[in-house]
């Protein structure tokens, strides 16, 4: 049974930090490229971070990018994402999703159920 389980969310201030985690089971995690995405209330999910099968290569959206980092630990099967000097802006449901590695790109293809960061002004 494929699983991938979100936490290390929470209420913080902003320009605080959070590290959020992604554990995966049931698949092959070290052959799946990882991402985030999040989705804030009332706004269509959007893609944060990304992270190729063996770490090696990284891409973030603009908004994110300087203030989040992801990385990911192949050995334990899990994926996080440090997330640093946060805005109320960044305030939404986070998602880990996996895609199975490869070119062209295809669809992801298991998603988590979400960890819910919210930052106050």
């Known amino acids: 049974q494929v699983q991938l389980v979100e936490s290390g969310g929470g209420l913080v201030q902003a320009g605080d930090s959070l590290r959020l985690s992604c554990a995966a089971s049931g698949f092959t995690f070290s052959n799946y490229n990882m991402a985030w995405f999040r989705q804030a209330p009332g706004k269509e999910r959007e893609f944060a971070a990304h992270?190729?099968?063996?770490?090696?290569?990284?891409e973030y959206a603009d908004s994110v990018k300087g203030r989040f980092t992801i990385s990911r630990d192949n050995a334990k099967n899990r994926v996080y994402l440090q997330m640093n000097s946060l805005k109320p802006e960044d305030t939404a449901v986070y998602y880990c999703?996996?895609?199975?590695?490869?070119?062209?790109?295809?669809?992801?293809?298991?998603r988590g159920q979400g960890t819910q960061v919210t930052v106050s002004s």
């Open positions: 992270i190729s099968w063996n770490g090696g290569s990284t």
């Open positions: 999703a996996a895609r199975l590695k490869g070119w062209p790109p295809t669809a992801y293809n298991y």
